[in-house]
């Protein structure tokens, strides 16, 4: 969808074919990698980025931020390059809080934060030129107005839809059982959370609280899976920028080695997982464990290697620390002196 999207802005061919702008919708639980994935699409693309929370915006009149205020985020991102701006991609993150508050019943009282936000967004998601104000805040009339077109900004959003499942659970449940391919039919009770988002449709985020309008706007639909423990573990140690090679280069610069045991690793990412954080709550955890040590290290000349064991993660006990002649510190004797 990224690619059809700029691949559409490059032809740049005026015919008798318009080609439409694929806006996307990315559903997942918190801490599954949503913002991080829009991220890491606008640094491969090179294209301005920025993200918006979507729970602090309120429709023009109203005591919030004005949408204009995301469009002049990407523009400061951008270096107020304009046209730059008018190629970036915004992420809309928490769309979900912005449903209607009685799902697919149109509120009597108005409700400022929900649809009047929801329509707010429909113009400068669909394609329009935006009279943005260059120092934020809200518009006046006696002041000066950036102009972008948002007709080819990418717009992604994100959030977790939590309920979400039950309602297409019941909306399968009226047939007997779901096929899928290579599998023997199981009844919808069965189906994981995953494969109950692989059902979703433009009814049931309707039927949650969006408007028509903008489930219009995002036609791709796409569901991030929750992170599993593996995959949590993975997280910690893998990427370049990992939690764990970002603590030990601190450690490092203490000339401390530090040292997380597979256990201590593995029980982080089942705490992560139980507390339902995903890959946020991993550096949470990492640094409640760490934060006494790192206050202690640098007073200890004496220290060459932190390790962290599943005893510090599951219990909070101090980390073995072992001097310049490999024995460790008696944390009870030092206590007690």
């Known amino acids: 969808a990224v690619y059809n999207h700029y691949k559409r802005i490059q032809t740049?061919?005026?015919?008798d074919v318009e080609l439409g702008k694929a806006n996307i919708l990315l559903i997942g639980p918190t801490g599954c990698g949503k913002t991080l994935l829009?991220?890491?699409?606008?640094?491969?693309?090179?294209v301005p980025f920025t993200i918006a929370d979507a729970t602090t915006l309120t429709e023009a009149g109203y005591v919030g931020e004005d949408v204009e205020n995301i469009l002049l985020a990407l523009i400061q991102n951008a270096d107020y390059d304009t046209a730059r701006a008018e190629r970036g991609i915004i992420y809309i993150d928490e769309i979900d809080k912005i449903a209607r508050k009685s799902g697919d019943n149109p509120s009597i009282t108005r409700?400022?934060?929900?649809?009047?936000?929801?329509?707010?967004?429909?113009?400068?998601?669909?394609g329009t030129v935006a009279n943005v104000p260059p120092q934020g805040g809200r518009k006046h009339p006696h002041q000066d107005f950036l102009r972008l077109n948002t007709a080819n900004i990418l717009f992604i959003c994100g959030g977790a839809f939590e309920g979400l499942e039950k309602l297409i659970e019941e909306r399968a449940a009226d047939r007997r059982a779901v096929g899928f391919k290579g599998e023997r039919e199981?009844?919808?009770?069965?189906?994981?959370?995953?494969?109950?988002?692989?059902?979703?449709?433009?009814?049931?985020?309707?039927?949650?609280?969006?408007i028509p309008e903008f489930v219009g706007r995002m036609p791709i639909i796409v569901s991030v899976d929750p992170l599993d423990v593996e995959m949590l573990v993975q997280i910690l140690i893998e990427p370049?920028?990992?939690?764990?090679?970002?603590?030990?280069?601190?450690?490092s610069l203490d000339?401390?080695?530090?040292?997380?045991?597979?256990?201590?690793?593995?029980?982080?990412?089942?705490?992560?997982?139980?507390?339902?954080?995903?890959?946020?709550g991993l550096r949470t955890i990492i640094e409640e464990v760490l934060l006494d040590v790192m206050y202690e290290i640098p007073s200890r000349k004496d220290v060459t290697k932190c390790i962290i064991d599943a005893d510090t993660?599951?219990?909070?006990?101090?980390?073995?620390?072992?001097?310049?002649?490999e024995r460790?510190?008696?944390?009870?004797k030092e206590q007690t002196a």
């Open 12 to 15: 740049g061919i005026a015919d």
């Open 38 to 46: 829009a991220q890491t699409l606008a640094k491969i693309l090179d």
């Open 111 to 126: 409700d400022v934060s929900g649809e009047g936000v929801q329509q707010a967004l429909l113009k400068i998601i669909e």
């Open 186 to 210: 199981r009844s919808v009770s069965d189906l994981k959370w995953s494969e109950l988002m692989r059902l979703v449709t433009a009814d049931d985020l309707l039927k949650y609280g969006l």
């Open 240 to 251: 370049k920028n990992s939690i764990v090679k970002q603590y030990q280069r601190l450690f």
């Open 255 to 280: 000339k401390v080695e530090l040292e997380f045991t597979p256990e201590a690793m593995q029980i982080a990412a089942e705490e992560a997982l139980r507390l339902r954080t995903g890959a946020r």
């Open 313 to 325: 993660i599951r219990h909070r006990s101090k980390p073995i620390l072992l001097t310049q002649t």
């Open 328 to 332: 460790p510190v008696d944390w009870a």
